[in-house]
């Protein structure tokens, strides 16, 4: 008897113990691992994810992209170069260290080396000056109308800690491990518990985020798994090992939502995708001796755009998982047109007309290289795209192989050895300026570095540089504007669709979670039932 | 004997220079891991300098020539990933591969030799006929197919064993295994059951073949007219002589384990080397690459060693054939 009572006292004393630390553990997984730990070493989607639940930054962006204090309470101009930023007092790093002005000089002499390849969000930053231990002034080389929307690029480590463990260097590969990418310690709202490499990363709330009265989030414990296999990581979303997966693959999408405790959430990603000519070559790769290179020709890129039948393959290869667009940014991009994004109409009877105009009634032939491990149905969709422009006489011939070599063989590496190509393109500030640079001209330092065809146009090359350094919003927004409408015009590239994102959610653990159109989990949005 | 495993050991060196001169021209066609391990935002510069920190510009048989002295000397080189030593890397997942090779060999030998007896024994049995067609399955469905079904009905309708992944883990030393507690057996049993599938079948028709073979000979005769018990004829003398040839195969097939467990670990995220070599692939890491495909070659070449040296153990002609030729030469 008397056992028996303190067994019974000892379920109860169990059961409250748990009620009282209740253990909400938030377990998802995507195909990939994070490159690494190191704020500052690598530039790719999901790591920067990962570090930003875990290091801190002057300024956070949320979901819906807009931006909101982190380590930086307020900010102003002083004047078209300088800016001064006031910090957070009162911050700590996740192994007690106080975060002050010191840091942040730290962290961007760290970032801007060479070898980081994050450096790209602070190329416009001349110095960063301490005014005090809770001010800094931030000096651009010129003015930059985008210096806040790279900030969110920006992660702020601890000078202390890093020197404590030589981790100043940012190295990549070259023989030696970076501590830096193997130990974090931010003043983001996780910690790093555990990484595993390929097999799991294990994160914990840290109590001490200064922000931690207005936490967002209940999760005890996140673990991330990196599952390659679409059907593993659908089984184990199914049989309730996981509570999120991302991506969904399209044709599991029916089969996921038919199941009651699962929900498929979708939107638009901000990656735009789209095929592109190349304008350079006097005479096109495919056409040795012909002397000719018809896309310089605007008539023939003009055919190729209104012979695509955009709608066709959202609704048969992208099963309506995709957005048409008629622009080279997606919505949410800064300089994003809504009245620019039709996309060009479909009419095979105008593509030809344009051609025979052109001099190619009988069409040409030309090679389409493009990715099959990199986009969303990468390969379906130029094998749609195939019969299309068949259908106006131009003879197609696929050259589909992996992202490694796709991206040298169409990139600098082989000196755009393309003719005619597939890419997809984010942004990486959010802003209109990165795709004018990158894509769309070539004239300039550190311009047209994914310009695969080489295209370019006087007025939007002197309307880019314009834009670059405009500080006024809407002076700068009408700049876009016209440098579109050129592209636009003379169809530098033909725009596909933005990708939808499909994640795949277990309803009965997962309260609720904000999908942010870069497609990955900000452990801030979670919350669990 | 000794000269034996000495010329079998300078065999497996040149079979292994091989190897991975074969490996190291083929990366050239894989890609480019400076793709992968930069942003599309870096510049050119950037991107020729970590090319050549990763002496990518050197040509191909001085990169070689490199890599061949620097293994020598135990120097597997470094991730092009996180810069971890590759030995390391490699040493971390071995022991995951490895139990699982071990379990499925364990499996397809402990249900194949019995499986392959019963046939043999009693061909006319509807038992047999139920074994013989069953294996026709285990053959003919490919390995990945056999792990997404049995993820299927045990961890998705059935929700009995979890899908994937390598949990429930109990160091030992410098080994962590999973036999050690029942959460590291649920999740070790279904991928080690598809690996072991076609391997089983094998061992069972092997053996079923094998017995009917021996059962027609004369000793087996006179010793049933000795009026031995069947268990000691069919155990004895008929299971003991089909061993040699099971041997053969089990250790091949041993072999093949390691490399089908590629296939296996991708369905179930099992953290092994097969993972690895998987995901190097995808990234280009060329010092693991290479050094997997020398370490596959290099298991291959013991496990041929140890099956001859079987040999020797199981067949006593072969130790006469072998000492009067040595004596003759």
């Known amino acids: 008897m008397v056992f028996g009572k303190a067994f019974l006292a000892g379920i109860s004393a169990a059961i409250l113990l748990c009620g009282a630390v209740e253990a909400k553990t938030f377990r998802y997984s995507t195909t990939g691992d994070i490159l690494g730990l190191d704020p500052h070493m690598n530039n790719e989607g999901p790591t920067n994810t990962m570090k930003s639940n875990v290091y801190g930054r002057l300024i956070h962006r949320l979901p819906d992209l807009s931006l909101e204090p982190d380590l930086a309470t307020e900010w102003e101009r002083l004047d078209d170069t300088t800016w001064r930023f006031k910090l957070r007092e009162g911050v700590t790093f996740h192994n007690g260290n106080p975060f002050a002005a010191n840091d942040v000089l730290y962290s961007f002499r760290r970032q801007a080396q060479e070898t980081s390849d994050m450096g790209f969000a602070l190329t416009s930053i001349e110095a960063i000056n301490a005014i005090d231990d809770y001010t800094i002034e931030i000096k651009t080389k010129g003015p930059d109308p985008i210096l806040l929307l790279n900030l969110p690029n920006f992660y702020i480590v601890d000078e202390e800690y890093m020197e404590e463990n030589d981790a100043f260097e940012v190295i990549q590969a070259a023989g030696k491990i970076n501590f830096a990418n193997t130990n974090a310690n931010g003043t983001g709202p996780f910690k790093v518990v555990e990484w595993v490499q390929d097999n799991k990363v294990v994160l914990e709330p840290f109590e001490g985020w200064w922000n931690q009265e207005n936490r967002t989030d209940n999760v005890t414990r996140a673990e991330f798994t990196p599952i390659a296999n679409d059907a593993t990581r659908v089984a184990a979303l199914l049989s309730g090992e996981l509570d999120l997966i991302y991506p969904v693959p399209l044709q599991d999408i029916d089969r996921l939502n038919g199941d009651g405790n699962i929900e498929v959430l979708q939107g638009p990603e901000l990656r735009t995708i789209f095929l592109g000519f190349d304008q350079h070559r006097d005479e096109l790769l495919d056409m040795p001796g012909s002397g000719k290179n018809p896309f310089k020709d605007v008539r023939v890129r003009k055919a190729f755009a209104h012979a695509i039948d955009t709608s066709a393959i959202q609704r048969v290869v992208m099963r309506g998982a995709s957005t048409p667009t008629g622009l080279m940014v997606a919505p949410g991009i800064n300089g994003f047109q809504e009245d620019m994004n039709t996309p060009y109409a479909y009419d095979p009877e105008q593509a030809k007309a344009l051609l025979a105009e052109a001099g190619y009634a009988d069409g040409f032939t030309v090679t389409l290289d493009c990715p099959n491990d990199r986009y969303v149905n990468d390969e379906a969709i130029c094998t749609a795209v195939i019969p299309m422009l068949q259908r106006v006489g131009i003879d197609v011939t696929l050259n589909a192989q992996t992202k490694s070599l796709h991206f040298n063989k169409i990139g600098e590496a082989e000196g755009n050895n393309t003719s005619f190509f597939m890419l997809g393109w984010t942004p990486g500030s959010f802003d209109s300026l990165n795709v004018l640079q990158n894509i769309m001209t070539v004239d300039g330092e550190g311009q047209g570095a994914w310009n695969c065809g080489r295209y370019t146009n006087a007025e939007l090359e002197e309307l880019t540089d314009q834009i670059a350094v405009t500080v006024d919003e809407a002076e700068r927004n009408e700049l876009i504007r016209k440098a579109f409408q050129i592209h636009q015009d003379e169809v530098g590239h033909v725009p596909l669709h933005q990708q939808a994102l499909a994640w795949g959610i277990r309803t009965d653990t997962v309260e609720s979670v904000i999908q942010r159109p870069f497609n990955d989990v900000d452990l801030r949005t979670v919350v669990m039932k | 004997m000794i000269a034996f495993i ?183 049993i279904m991928p080690a059951v598809t690996l072991a599938l076609f391997q089983l079948t094998l061992i069972m028709r092997l053996v079923r073949a094998e017995m009917l073979e021996v059962l027609r000979t004369d000793y087996i005769k006179f010793a049933r007219a000795r009026g031995l018990s069947n268990r000691a004829v069919h155990f004895g003398h008929a299971l003991k002589n089909t061993l040699v040839p099971v041997i053969t195969i089990t250790g091949l097939q041993i072999g093949s384990l390691l490399a089908f467990s590629i296939i296996t670990e991708t369905v179930f995220q099992w953290p092994g080397m097969g993972l690895l070599i998987i995901q190097a692939i995808s990234f280009v890491d060329i010092p693991i690459m290479s050094s997997y495909l020398v370490l596959i070659a290099l298991f291959f070449v013991v496990i041929n060693l140890i099956v001859d040296l079987l040999y020797y153990a199981v067949d006593p002609r072969l130790r006469i054939e072998r000492t009067s030729s040595t004596g003759g030469a």
């Open chain 2, 6 to 188: 000495i010329q079998r050991l300078f065999q497996a060196v040149l079979v292994m220079l091989v190897v991975a001169l074969i490996s190291f021209s083929l990366f050239q066609f894989v890609g480019d891991p400076i793709n992968n391990m930069l942003g599309v935002e870096a510049t050119i510069e950037q991107r020729e300098a970590l090319r050549e920190r990763l002496g990518l510009n050197a040509p191909i048989p001085v990169q070689f020539a490199t890599w061949v002295g620097n293994a020598v000397q135990g120097e597997l080189g470094k991730s092009y990933r996180m810069g971890k030593p590759v030995a390391e890397l490699i040493a971390e997942r071995l022991p995951a591969t490895l139990e699982l090779v071990a379990l499925s060999a364990v499996i397809a030998l402990i249900v194949g030799i019995p499986m392959g007896v019963y046939t043999g024994l009693h061909r006319e049995s509807w038992l047999s006929k139920f074994f013989l067609a069953a294996s026709l399955i285990g053959i003919s469905i490919p390995t990945f197919l056999i792990g997404i079904l049995l993820i299927l009905i045990f961890g998705v309708w059935l929700g009995w064993l979890p899908t994937f992944g390598r949990q429930g883990l109990v160091d030992i030393g410098l080994w962590q295994t999973s036999f050690l507690s029942l959460k590291g057996w649920s999740h070790i």
